[in-house]
């Protein structure tokens, strides 16, 4: 399966993403979770990303679009992959058709989750996320068994610094302008269906392993 995740920030992409991963043994690729790994490793990269980042900005497709195509050049890759956050904007859609193209790769399918903006607000302002594991929680809909602490793990909770609400009004600004009009793109290659992400993490799951399994 060859999938690409699309939605606003907060849609449940990355939620969606592990689940969707583990039940068709693919590789998650996540230019989101790459830069944040980065920052965390204090590279180059990480110190570049956290300037966009912070201010809800993309970072530029050069770099983005090289990382993704080192990316899945990985053997892991031959078997399938998913895409989260990549592509954003039409330059990196284009790019992605141009190296998938060369390499006699067709992509099965592009899932759309779409969510209400008010809803999209409340999750992002309400997400934490393991700074150890990568793990992410609500503190409404899905809150850790003990306050602030990782199931997993035993890490505290924190707040992704790009979750405040100057970066978030830009991000859904971004999505807008920029990430909307991938929907146009891939609906004219017929490869995109529309998933309702207002329902709960398990009933969307349910609809997108519906939609994978009937392709697949
Ligand atoms: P990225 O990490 O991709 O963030 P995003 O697209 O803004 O998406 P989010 O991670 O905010 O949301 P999500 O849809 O994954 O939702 P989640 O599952 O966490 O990008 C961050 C930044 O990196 C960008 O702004 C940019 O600077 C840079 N970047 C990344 N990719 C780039 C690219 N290709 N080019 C250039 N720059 C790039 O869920 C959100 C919350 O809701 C969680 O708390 C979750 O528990 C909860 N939740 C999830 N599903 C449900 C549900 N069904 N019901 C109730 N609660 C739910
Ligand atoms: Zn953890």
Do not use: W
């Not at 969606?16 to 180059?44: C, M, W, Y």
């Not at 790019?95 to 067709?106: A, C, N, S």
């Amino acid at each position: 399966m060859k999938i690409i995740l699309l939605g606003p920030p907060g849609a449940g992409k990355g939620t969606q993403a592990v689940k969707i991963a583990k039940e068709f043994d693919i590789p998650h690729i996540s230019t989101g979770d790459i830069f944040r790994q980065n920052l965390r490793e204090n590279t180059d990269l990480g110190k570049l990303a956290k300037e966009y980042m912070d201010k809800g900005l993309l970072v530029p497709d050069e770099v983005t679009n090289k990382i993704v195509e080192n990316r899945l050049e990985k053997n892991d890759c031959q078997k399938g992959f998913l895409l989260d956050g990549y592509p954003r904007n039409v330059e990196q859609a284009e790019e992605l058709d141009r190296f998938l193209q060369g390499k006699g790769i067709h992509l099965d399918c592009v899932l759309n989750i779409e969510v209400e903006k008010e809803a999209l607000i409340e999750r992002i302002t309400g997400r934490r996320v393991c700074p150890n594991c990568g793990a992410t929680y609500h503190i409404k809909t899905f809150p850790p068994a003990v306050d602030n602490v990782c199931d997993k793990c035993g890490a505290q909770l924190i707040q992704r610094s790009d979750d405040k609400l100057e970066s978030i009004v830009k991000r859904l600004e971004v999505y807008e302008s920029q990430t909307k009009p991938l929907i146009e793109h891939y609906t004219k290659k017929g490869i995109l269906v529309n998933i309702d992400g207002n329902k709960s993490v398990e009933e969307v799951f349910e609809d997108i392993k519906k939609v994978l399994g009937d392709r697949g």
